[in-house]
């Protein structure tokens, strides 16, 4: 326990109000001349100086019960880790004993970047000496969250006092990257129902894939898949059966830039890109391939790609607490710094929101990284100008910001166009569609050998 407060309760400030009225009205009687009315004020005084001591007696009694009172004892159960934007339970435990059955509550220490639901919890010591309890959170931030103590507010036994305790100690819990859509994909593939998260799942060509078996001809199988010694032995059509080639590396190009700072919605596109990059990385990691990380802008991280369930975990770790700043890019000197970390062929995914401006420095980045490594450019899509050209101008200063809207999205589009020409493959999507529009790339190139 902290710090703890006994001030009069709400009740006693009301009986100490009406004793002081009375005795303000007693004085007024007195003053008044008449043998009658002085022995009235005489014996309305007496009643008040009696009750006035008998309510002294009783607070000075009620605090004593009060500090004969045990120490209430707190303890708070926090999650190994929030996810943002996610709801979680936080559960609590206090012991209490002798405080009056109503009015007592306790109000966690919760940060200013958590919205929470739940609170202030209620609770009955009549119910027993152990009160447990359970609010929830939504962290609307990533990194440390910091817990303070927790404050309680009881009555004491008579009710006169109001006693306030800070509770418990500060505890630190990790907000990391929304990864629940991992679980989500797991619930979907298990039930085949991968395109209700909007990823597309394409079928094996065969080429510069591993062989897996063979089987009987199937509607749609390619004329390559067809294995003619097999036919002729069984005297009907036999085809192989590929399976993508496992131990293929993907590396995350995260840009740190100021420009991730923009928001859509509650996330900015930095957050975007870090859950979409964690759906891609489960998914991948499920598939045998490994996963790495290079972030640049004013901090560079670098995690080398790795297999294993822990390889989300560390690039969780890696990514909490990691920020937009207010500087630019540089485009050419992140690939460098992969080309010297990253020399085995990879697939290498740059999460980026570029800007027509950009293409002079983001094109000879691209092409010094597209001779070794197969080259996916994320481009997170700016909403507002769709919004923008949804709404019906009003007047002529609304009319002439949808034009502006039209012409940068003219600009992306024919960005984009420039850069597929050059051989650059590009995602032009919504932060929202991100992470399945990743997914589904991923195994369109995985399962047509582009890798």
């Known amino acids: ?69 045990e120490a209430p004892r707190f303890r708070r159960a926090l999650p190994r880790s929030l996810s943002l934007e996610a709801w979680s339970d936080v559960g609590v435990e206090l012991r209490i004993h002798g405080f009056r059955g109503s009015g007592v509550e306790l109000i966690d220490g919760v940060p200013d970047s958590v919205e929470v639901a739940g609170l202030p919890l209620a609770l009955d010591p009549e119910r027993g000496d152990v009160q447990r309890a359970a609010y929830r959170v939504r962290p609307l931030a990533r990194g440390d969250a910091t817990f303070g103590t927790a404050t309680l507010r009881a009555l004491s036994p008579l009710g006169l006092w109001r006693y306030t305790a800070r509770l418990g100690e500060a505890e630190a819990v990790r907000v990391y990257p929304n990864f629940a859509a991992t679980t989500r994909f797991d619930e979907l593939v298990q039930a085949a129902r991968t395109r209700d998260v909007g990823i597309k799942r394409q079928r094996l060509r065969g080429e510069g894939l591993e062989f897996h078996q063979l089987r009987e001809y199937r509607a749609g199988d390619s004329i390559r898949q067809i294995d003619w010694k097999a036919t002729s032995r069984k005297r009907e059509l036999i085809s192989r059966e590929y399976e993508a080639e496992h131990d293929q590396r993907i590396v995350f190009l995260l840009d740190c830039s100021r420009r991730m700072r923009t928001k859509d919605g509650a996330l900015s596109h930095f957050d975007h890109g870090l859950n979409a990059m964690i759906l891609l990385a489960h998914v991948a990691l499920k598939g045998g391939d490994a996963v790495g990380l290079l972030s640049f802008g004013e901090e560079r991280r670098w995690t080398p790609p790795a297999k294993g369930a822990a390889t989300v975990s560390r690039l969780l770790h890696r990514v909490y607490d990691l920020e937009p700043t207010t500087l630019g890019v540089d ?108 997914v589904s790339r991923y195994l369109e190139a995985k399962r047509g050998g582009g890798l």
Not at 17 to 44: D, R, T
Not at 378 to 394: F, G, I, N
């Open 331 to 438: 485009f050419r000197g992140a690939a460098e710094e992969l080309g010297r970390r990253q020399r085995r062929r990879s697939m290498v995914v740059l999460l980026t929101h570029l800007r027509p401006e950009d293409e002079a420095d983001v094109l000879p980045a691209l092409e010094l990284l597209r001779r070794r490594h197969f080259v996916l450019v994320a481009d997170l899509h700016p909403v507002e100008l769709d919004e923008r050209l949804m709404r019906d101008p009003e007047d002529l200063g609304e009319a002439f910001t949808a034009l502006g809207a039209w012409e940068a999205l003219l600009d992306r589009r024919a960005m984009h166009e420039r850069l597929r020409a050059q051989g650059i493959r590009t995602l032009d999507v919504s932060p929202a569609t991100l992470g399945p529009a990743l």
């Open 1 to 69: 326990m902290r710090t703890n407060q006994r001030r009069p309760s709400p009740s006693a400030l009301a009986v100490g109000v009406v004793l002081w009225g009375l005795a303000l009205l007693v004085e007024g009687m007195g003053l008044v001349q008449g043998e009658p009315l002085v022995l009235g004020a005489m014996l309305a005084r007496t009643f008040v100086l009696a009750a006035v001591l008998l309510f002294g007696v009783l607070c000075l009694v009620d605090l004593v019960l009060l500090e004969r009172v």
